[in-house]
């Protein structure tokens, strides 16, 4: 099992393989790379395709730090680095989108990110804000964070079950709940602290890389109001919707989302 072993003194676990330009693909929060299978099976001949466990999930270590989105950016940084990677395209779902964003206005000094890609996008914020009604509510943002303090298991129970618009998803509900439980209850709570507090709309307008934004029509967990308000503010960007899809598009249409980023990255 191949780990990297970061400047922050963790370590990190990943997969490395395919030919052709460099896709790192970020999971969402509580998700693991095995949420990639799908993409990594249909880009692997075209594309190398690097996962990773973020930081607290999966197999990665799962230190007792903050999990902000500027310490998950650290760790990508450090990845991109450690394996040498140029001309990359930063895939992220939910939380990872966030954390793509972030980087590339922040840490990407070196250009060695060309391209982002936002795959129902938690970000760039969660909540909803008086002139964005379509965010989600604070009592059941406060209920959530409450759910990872003391309830963690029924909370991503409750979780793996919003993530599907497909009627059809039992075993893959039970296959993502599986790979969710991986993560401690410390971690879920300071994840989604984190996708609470953390704002980026005024990072908006500084994304100086190509950006796709692919949306479920019927994502209940990452309001899709906020990917028509980025596609109108970041430069460069193309939004692109999945009809018959909730919050986990990679599974629910795996074929059309390998498309659109092939498509993308070129």
Known sequence: MPFLDLD????????????GKPLLFMPGIAATLDSWNYQVLSLQDSYRCITVDMRG?????????????????NDIHSVLLALDLCDVTLVGWSMGAGVGLNYVVDFNADSRVSKLAMVAPATPRLL????????????????????????????MAAFSGAN?????????????LSMWLKMPAYVGYQCFKTLLTEDLRDKLKLVDVPT??????????????????MATRIPQCKLTWFENSGHA??????????????????
Do not use: N
């Open 8 to 19: 922050s003194g963790i370590q990190i676990h990943y997969r490395d393989g395919g030919t």
């Open 57 to 73: 999930h999966g197999d990665s270590d799962k230190p007792y730090s903050g999990y902000s989105y500027s310490e998950m950016c």
């Open 128 to 155: 909803a804000t008086d002139t964005e009604t379509f965010g989600l509510d604070a009592d059941a943002a406060e209920a959530t964070l409450e759910g990872m303090r003391v309830a963690l298991p029924e909370t």
């Open 164 to 176: 599907f618009h497909r009627e059809d998803m039992q075993a893959t509900t039970a296959w993502f």
């Open 212 to 229: 796709l934004i692919c949306h479920g029509r019927h994502d209940v967990v990452a309001p899709p109001g906020w990917s028509d308000y």
């Open 249 to 266: 598009l990679m599974v629910e249409e795996p074929d059309r989302l390998s498309e659109q980023i092939s498509r993308f990255v070129g």
